[in-house]
């Protein structure tokens, strides 16, 4: 609860409560991380954050990783894991998690050839997600699955995400609403779609103009300030609020990242005043 505290300081009063807490997404801060690990968690630090998602240790030894995190009163919420980890090594992925201490365990692509993705691969990913999320339950953490864009192609009547979150069994959904909407799909109209499918957000605004495809790709410097670009940030976060998803993590993959972040933080602690 210390960043609720400390942002609203910094930013004045908002829409955080004791339900909603805004976290970071470290890959937003690679490129920092490659030069000072130290003073890029500190950064996080002095912008009141406390949640963040991540899962590597930078190269250096998991407790010296973990020290600098508690010196900086970072919590690492979630981690990430590859796909091929989660269908043959899903004990490297427990261990991982479980050292971490995170809660929730989030996968962000499904390898595939070339920009092949049909059915055939959604109900592989599909089948691997439901039988690693039933050994990750076992051990207290929760599998989730961050669609990338591709997954929102046409399939019958509905997409291929649809059939993915109609066969969800052992697993849940982080919804990343940037590549939710650059993959053509309404990430607020998802929400309120599936009300209990989604435990986690990356909360990420698209550059007004941008048109949207179904490969998952786009140019970094693509991601703006949120509130600033195409995408419902304000209509995301209260429908959040109202399905009582509690973690929503900025994820900022642009060059600017470091003076974007502040402001993206304003923006979010204005909504409801």
């Known amino acids: 609860m210390k960043n ?23 890959y937003s801060l690679r490129d920092q991380f490659k030069v000072d690990v130290s003073n890029t968690l500190g950064l996080i630090e002095e ?16 407790e010296d990783f973990k020290t600098l995190l508690a010196e900086h009163n970072l919590n690492m919420v979630s981690v990430g894991a590859q796909f091929g980890d989660l269908e043959n090594d899903i004990d490297k992925v427990v261990k991982n998690a479980k050292a971490f201490g995170a809660t929730y365990v989030m996968c962000a692509w499904v390898p595939h050839d070339d920009n092949k993705w049909d059915l055939e691969e959604t109900q592989h ?9 039933k050994i990750l339950k076992k051990n207290g953490l929760t599998l989730a699955y961050h669609a990338h864009g591709y997954e929102f192609r046409p399939y019958k009547n509905a997409t291929l ?23 053509g799909a309404d990430p607020l109209a998802l929400m309120k779609k599936y009300p209990k499918k989604f435990v ?18 786009e140019e970094d410097d693509t991601n703006v300030v949120l509130g600033t670009g195409q995408v419902d940030i304000s209509g995301i976060v209260a429908e959040a609020k109202k399905l ?3 973690y929503m993590f900025i ?23």
């Open 4 to 26: 609720i505290i400390i942002t609203a300081i910094l930013f004045g009063s908002g829409f955080l409560s004791q339900a909603q807490e805004v976290g970071l997404q470290l």
């Open 47 to 62: 912008w009141g954050i406390t949640n963040i998602e991540g899962g590597g240790t930078y190269d250096m030894p998991m």
């Open 125 to 133: 990913a599909t089948d691997v997600f439901n039988k690693a999320g």
């Open 161 to 183: 995400f649809d059939y993915m979150a109609e066969h969800a069994k052992d697993f849940s959904f982080e919804l990343d609403v940037f590549w939710a909407q650059h993959g």
């Open 200 to 217: 986690l957000l990356h909360l990420k605004d698209m550059q007004k103009g941008i048109v949207g495809n179904n490969t998952g790709h």
């Open 244 to 246: 009582g998803i509690k």
């Open 251 to 273: 994820e900022d993959e642009s060059s600017d990242v470091v003076s974007q972040v502040p402001k993206s933080l304003e923006y979010l602690s204005q909504l409801e005043k």
